[in-house]
């Protein structure tokens, strides 16, 4: 059974930090695709990053500059650096694996079951 963990989201308030970490099981994650992705009630998911498993890395524009994606093939691990946090970063964070390497949602086969991010101002 593939699983994926998301830690680390919480409240903070603007300007601040989190990082978010996303532990997998039940896949080879060196061979995967690991996505970020965000919602808020009422809006499609969107995606903020991604790193293919060769390490290439991708950001959405709203988050370049401010968010890092990581991993770590040894601990199985994904991680997204969030620094400079606005209200609008507001969302449940989702990690997500896929056989490609895309950003795209519909894409990604296996989701965490999300940790809530909440940026107050």
């Known amino acids: 059974e593939v699983q994926l963990v998301e830690s680390g989201g919480g409240l903070v308030q603007a300007g601040g930090s989190l990082r978010l970490s996303c532990v997998a099981s039940g896949l080879p994650f060196d061979e995967y695709c690991l996505g970020w992705f965000r919602q808020v009630p009422g809006k499609d998911r969107e995606g903020v990053a991604c790193i293919t498993d060769d390490g290439v890395y991708y950001h959405a524009n709203s988050v370049r500059g401010r968010f890092t994606i990581s991993r770590d093939n040894a601990k199985s691990t994904v991680y997204l650096q969030m620094n400079s946090l606005k209200p609008e970063d507001t969302a449940v964070y989702y990690c997500?694996?896929?056989?490609?390497?895309?950003?795209?949602?519909?894409?990604?086969?296996?989701w965490g079951q999300g940790t809530q991010v909440t940026v107050s101002s």
């Open positions: 997500a694996a896929s056989i490609w390497q895309t950003i795209k949602r519909e894409e990604y086969r296996f």
